[in-house]
Nanobody
Framework: VQLQASGGGLVQFGGSLRLSCAAS????????MGWYRQAPGKQRELVAT???????NYADSVKGRFTISRDYANHTVYLQMNSLKPEDTAVYYC????????????????WGRGTQVTVSS
């Protein structure tokens, strides 16, 4: 299972970005997909996740500004980020948990390489 994230970049305070992450490989299903971020000198933290039934979970710091969505057929997850702040600056990582691989089983906690988001003030 490979996760390829895209959509990061440099944006001004108050701007918007949309991140995408596509899972590829032999995949039957993915239970939960999400986004995490890691700022310099800080630990990786949850941003948002979305489950098979559409249930979502957001960090308090992004509620009302970020929206996570998912294309289940294409194993892709999106993160629409609005009203960006300098404190949103981080490397954003895509995550896929409980990936069912035919003939192999379940793979837990797969990570993409990350995409840089920089918000200037």
């Amino acid at each position: 299972v490979q996760l390829q994230a895209s959509g990061g970049g440099l944006v001004q305070f108050g701007g918007s970005l949309r991140l995408s992450c596509a899972a590829s490989g032999s995949i039957l299903s993915i239970n939960r997909m999400g986004w995490y971020r890691q700022a310099p000198g800080k630990q990786r933290e949850l941003v948002a996740t979305i489950g098979t039934g559409g249930s979502t979970n957001y960090a308090d710091s992004v509620k009302g500004r970020f929206t996570i969505s998912r294309d289940y057929a294409n194993h892709t997850v999106y993160l629409q980020m609005n009203s960006l702040k300098p404190e949103d600056t981080a490397v954003y990582y895509c995550n896929a948990d409980k990936v069912v691989v035919p003939g192999v089983g379940i793979r837990y906690n797969s990570w993409g390489r990350g995409t840089q988001v920089t918000v200037s003030s």
